[in-house]
């Protein structure tokens, strides 16, 4: 007689395995499914929370590079009227050409480096006309900003902005870079907290194309004293949740830094 192979089974043997199993949740095929899984597992990047945020906290190269060449222009380290060398500025941070070079067509895009065509790259000069520019600009944009702000925020959000004012107060006075920082931060947290993103986008460009006019009129001490009264005063209209108080102190703000760059310019 022949025999069946010993791997094949008949379509009586398949019933008898099922009615011996009925009732019994069938066992998931699991097998064939874990053993590719756990084989591509370790090629998705970033696939584990932890290596997610591991990632997220370390900068990479450009980002450096970004971060250390803005600083040194908005703090006028680095003067208007600069020529600016990618090659010696490589040598100075001690980082590759492109993350350089990135570094530079970003910091273009705010306004803080100037591209000439076949003569190289410079940072722009601080010009009367710009500064008026953007003072009418952030008139415009900020006080509305400010007033949806004051119907938005949350209160977490309104006592995040008065520790940047306290942190404002305890900064040395010769810290300047780190109070534009958190001028920038106070400005920026208000244009979030109005819930409206195109708004917040143009207060980021006015604040980072304001950045350098800052650096000259918050090292004047009288005007570092009144920009953080009056950013308490802001701070006040928004716990009140007084949309025309916050407008009004907003401009008045904008009013006092356009009074202060004038006088020293």
Request: glycine share 4%.
């Amino acid at each position: 007689m022949h025999k069946r192979p010993a791997a094949e089974s008949s379509p009586k043997a398949a019933a008898r395995s099922s009615r011996g199993t009925a009732g019994k949740t069938p066992a998931p095929k699991a097998s064939a499914a874990k053993a590719p899984a756990t084989k591509t597992k370790p090629r998705v990047p970033f696939s584990g929370r932890t290596d997610l945020s591991a990632a997220a906290r370390r900068p990479n190269q450009a980002e450096i590079a970004y971060e250390r060449l803005k600083a040194a222009i908005v703090t006028l380290v680095i003067a208007p009227n600069t020529p600016l060398n990618e090659a010696m500025i490589c040598d100075e941070l001690r980082l590759g050409r492109t993350p350089v070079h990135q570094a530079c067509h970003r910091l273009a895009l705010e306004g803080l480096v100037q591209i000439v065509p076949r003569k190289g790259m410079l940072v722009p000069p601080l010009s009367m006309d710009d500064f008026l520019d953007l003072v009418g600009a952030r008139r415009v944009n900020e006080p509305a900003c400010a007033a949806l702000a004051a119907e938005r925020m949350t209160d977490d959000e309104i006592r995040a902005l008065a520790a940047i004012v306290s942190d404002s107060r305890r900064l040395p006075r010769d810290d300047l870079g780190a109070l534009i920082a958190l001028d920038q931060r106070f400005h920026e947290g208000i244009a979030a907290g109005a819930r409206n993103r195109v708004f917040a986008g143009i207060v980021k460009n006015l604040n980072d194309r304001s950045a350098r006019f800052w650096a000259l009129s918050l090292s004047n001490e009288t005007h570092r004293a009144e920009t953080i009264e009056e950013h308490e005063r802001i701070v006040a209209a928004l716990r009140k949740r007084d949309t025309d108080r916050a407008a009004q102190a907003m401009r008045d703000h904008i009013d006092s830094f356009a009074r202060t760059f004038s006088q020293l310019a």
